[in-house]
Structure formats: C-alpha cells, structure tokens
C-alpha cells in the first residue's frame, strides 16, 4: 500500500468518526430535549409537552438516520479502497465518492430501521405515547 493510499484511508476514517460523533451528539441531543420536556411536564401537570416530546424525538431519528447512512457509505468507501471487500470498486486516489454506495445496507430505509437507530427511538416514542394514554386515561383531572 503506498503512503497516498494510506492518506486517502486516514481522510475516509476522519469522515467516518467524524459522522459517528454527530450520531452520538444527535442520540445525546434527543434525550436531552425529551428530558427537559418531561421536567417542564412534572413541574406545569400539561399534559401537552409529554406529545411535544416526541416532536424532537421523531426529527431527531430522521437525522440520526442520515448521519448513519453517510457513515456506512463511507466505510464503504474505505473498504474499497483498503481492497478488503470481495467486489471491491476501483476508486481513484483521493476520491471521496460515497454517491457510488446505494441500495441495501446503504439506503436510508435501511438506517432508518437498523436495530440501534430503531431500538432507541421507537422506545422513547412508545414510552412518550404511553405515558400520554395513562394521563389521559387513567389520571383524573383536577381543575
């Protein structure tokens, strides 16, 4: 492997933990908003911020979601041009082309529903959702 392959790697790895790091923000951001929302809820009894809570919550997700498609484009993108893939593409030296990756695990559908994105937001919302049924339900207004 030749130093610019190396350097072209270590520009496609900074792409990749840079991605990964606005992942993290976005999941911290999200518990963050839902939580300040809920506190608003525990100190005002409005039932309203437990629905506005998964506003951010669903915004959050979309977003999260794009942030991981780009990431696995471009580890797709390193592994071809590590040459560790099986049907490796030939990409030429400093090339960042992460539009050469799409369908399958590289569709946004994919990280939309992959099981971390998917586990972590679906679980805030139905717990929202749920919280929302029982005030509404099962807790009686005082006026």
């Known amino acids: 492997m030749t130093n610019e392959q190396v350097k072209h790697l270590e520009f496609i790895q900074s792409i990749i933990s840079r991605m990964n790091t606005n992942s993290f923000q976005i999941k911290a951001w999200t518990v963050t908003l839902v939580s300040a929302l809920l506190a608003i809820f525990a100190s005002t009894k409005?039932?309203?911020?437990?629905?506005?809570?998964?506003?951010?919550?669903?915004?959050?997700?979309?977003?999260?979601?794009?942030?991981?498609?780009?990431?696995?484009?471009?580890?797709?993108?390193y592994n071809d041009v590590a040459g560790v893939s099986e049907h490796s593409k030939q990409i030429k030296i400093f090339a960042m082309r992460p539009d050469l990756y799409t369908g399958g695990k590289y569709s946004y559908w994919s990280?939309?529903?992959?099981?971390?994105?998917?586990?972590?937001?679906?679980?805030?919302?139905?717990?929202?959702?749920?919280l929302y049924i029982y005030l509404q339900c099962f807790v009686t207004k005082g006026t």
Do not use: H
């Open 46 to 77: 409005n039932d309203c911020f437990v629905l506005v809570a998964v506003f951010p919550a669903v915004v959050l997700w979309f977003l999260d979601s794009y942030y991981l498609m780009q990431e696995r484009k471009f580890r797709g993108l």
């Open 111 to 130: 990280t939309f529903t992959s099981v971390t994105i998917l586990t972590l937001y679906l679980s805030i919302i139905i717990g929202l959702a749920s």
